[in-house]
């Protein structure tokens, strides 16, 4: 049993708290990892919120980690101690019909334990002040040490800078395959992004690298266009600036609508906004953002009648141990950008801190 420290959320509401934990050895088929450095994301800060309804506590949050393997349990072959990894909230087991099927990167081998926070044997490997811990998606990167079942690590390139691809274990992977494979952007195509945060800018990147011509942001924060200006978008633009609502500002500006749209918010508003934006006849909009829990869509069915597409993507479509280790390469040879979506490097014992910065969209 490893002693370290982990950021615990004891209850909904409140704010993480640095403990001591007991991190117990992996079991079978299971990986403990050193995490070196993870990052914050919105999804962390809606299960803390209390409105997540797979919400479980006390548990330790994170899903965006790199690390180094200490140890594995019995039956690991994929990796051994000391492989650079990331862990993954979507696994890859290469052999339930979701992995088995190209057009979804959904394994669904560990998806019910994992809801629950818990390993694939039905327990946790998390213990503090003598109380059980839950895990996380399956990855409770907030802790120096964490448990993973081994169908949820990719092995990365040892030169690549933890604190750096870590992001690479959700909001670049997300926004950037939301354009590559979800939408499959074209040359020459035109695409609006709705929300300017990570994700988003992860998706101008991805449609940039696609080729595409026109490449419109779309944020109430105008302090976010330079940032999404040097990530590859022609023109940003903000709702408020504008007497009609913004499907029909978009539709005047690109003679008719967009050929790709993509919300990366969250909000059931914007997701109408995003697919009315699209052009008739062969426009796509993909929903990035992940909506709270019991929210519905709602458009007329004469939109789709007429041409459009309305499609979701997780985890940006990426078959997770196959393509993450090659995000990481492309990365390393600057074929996309990662350091440019850091804002800020922080000491652990700051993570509260960290989740203040997201809230204010710093």
């Not at 992995?99 to 394994?107: E, G, H, I, M, V």
């Not at 990426?318 to 922080?346: G, Q």
Request: one cysteine or more.
């Amino acid at each position: 049993v490893i002693k370290c420290k982990a950021a615990v959320a004891w209850e909904a509401g409140k704010p993480l708290a640095l403990e001591e934990v007991e991190v117990a050895p992996p079991k079978a088929h299971e990986v403990r990892i050193k995490i070196v450095a993870t990052a914050v994301c919105h999804t962390d800060a809606y299960t803390l919120s209390g409105a997540d309804p797979e919400g479980c506590f006390p548990v330790i949050l994170g899903h965006e980690g790199a690390g180094i393997v200490e140890s594995v349990g019995e039956g690991v072959t994929k990796v051994k101690p000391g492989d650079t990894v990331i862990p993954l909230y979507i696994p890859q087991c290469g052999e339930c019909k979701f992995c088995k099927n190209p057009k979804t990167n959904l394994c669904q081998k560990i998806r019910i334990t994992q809801g629950k926070g818990l390993m694939p044997d039905g327990t946790s490997r998390f213990t503090c002040k003598g109380k059980q811990i839950y895990h996380f998606m399956g990855t409770s990167t907030f802790s120096e040490y964490t448990v993973v079942a081994d169908i949820s690590v990719a092995k990365i390139d040892a030169a690549a800078p933890l604190d750096k691809v870590c992001l690479l274990g959700c909001g670049i992977s997300t926004g950037y395959g939301a354009a590559v494979n979800t939408a499959k952007v074209e040359p020459g195509s035109t695409c609006a992004v709705f929300g300017l945060g990570g994700v988003g800018l992860a998706v101008i990147m991805g449609c940039k690298v696609a080729g595409a011509s026109r490449i419109i942001g779309i944020d109430l924060n105008k302090d976010k266009y330079a940032k999404a200006k040097e990530f590859g978008a022609t023109e940003c633009i903000s709702p408020q600036d504008f007497k009609k609502p913004i499907q029909e500002v978009l539709a005047e500006m690109t003679d008719g609508g967009v050929d790709y749209s993509f919300e990366c918010i969250g909000n059931v508003g914007v997701m109408r906004a995003a697919l009315e934006a699209c052009h008739k006849g062969w426009g796509v909009s993909v929903i990035v953002g992940v909506a709270a829990a019991g929210q519905e869509i709602s458009t007329r069915p004469f939109q789709l009648v007429t041409g459009r597409t309305w499609k979701g993507t997780a985890f940006g479509g990426w078959k997770s141990v196959d393509n993450v280790p090659k995000l990481v390469t492309d990365y390393m040879s600057k074929k996309i950008k990662v350091d440019e979506f850091v804002t800020h490097t922080l000491p652990f014992d700051k993570i509260n801190e960290a989740f203040e910065l997201m809230h204010t969209g710093k």
